[in-house]
């Protein structure tokens, strides 16, 4: 399994070193069968200005994933989804086929996130 609190914690090291004055905060989530995590991209006066959904393998298949997605982009959030590299074919299918819609999607390799293996 993807060790999803690796990988955010890298991509909260990321932005804050590209602008200091962003806060990052990140919650992990899990369920009988997955784990995921949004990460919440905070500017000075902390507003949030952006959401990053990250998804494991298999845990964008759960039933109210696009749903979270699309009510963060009609709320109005600047919002995506970081995936791995092997799903993404897959991932764009299905969430099109269950009415995704006003987010971004990103490959871990795009963000220059490298997967860790939990053991």
């Given at each position: 399994?993807?060790?999803?609190?690796?990988?955010?914690?890298?991509?909260?090291?990321?932005?804050?070193?590209r602008?200091?004055?962003?806060?990052?905060r990140?919650?992990?989530?899990?369920d009988d069968?997955?784990?995921?995590?949004?990460?919440?991209?905070?500017?000075?006066?902390?507003?949030?200005i952006?959401?990053?959904?990250?998804?494991?393998e298999?845990?964008?298949?759960?039933?109210?994933?696009v749903?979270d997605?699309?009510m963060?982009?009609?709320?109005?959030?600047?919002?995506?989804v970081?995936?791995?590299?092997?799903?993404?074919?897959?991932?764009?299918?299905?969430?099109h086929?269950?009415?995704?819609?006003?987010?971004?999607?990103?490959?871990?390799?795009?963000?220059?996130?490298?997967?860790?293996?939990?053991?």
């Amino acid at each position: 399994m993807t060790d999803l609190s690796r990988i955010m914690a890298n991509r909260a090291e990321n932005v804050t070193a590209r602008d200091p004055d962003l806060t990052v905060r990140y919650s992990l989530y899990t369920d009988d069968r997955h784990e995921w995590g949004i990460l919440h991209i905070l500017d000075p006066e902390e507003k949030v200005i952006g959401l990053e959904f990250f998804e494991s393998e298999d845990s964008w298949r759960r039933p109210n994933a696009v749903d979270d997605y699309n009510m963060a982009a009609h709320e109005g959030y600047p919002a995506s989804v970081v995936i791995p590299d092997e799903v993404f074919s897959q991932f764009i299918r299905e969430v099109h086929q269950r009415g995704g819609e006003g987010f971004s999607t990103y490959l871990l390799s795009e963000l220059n996130l490298a997967p860790r293996i939990r053991a």
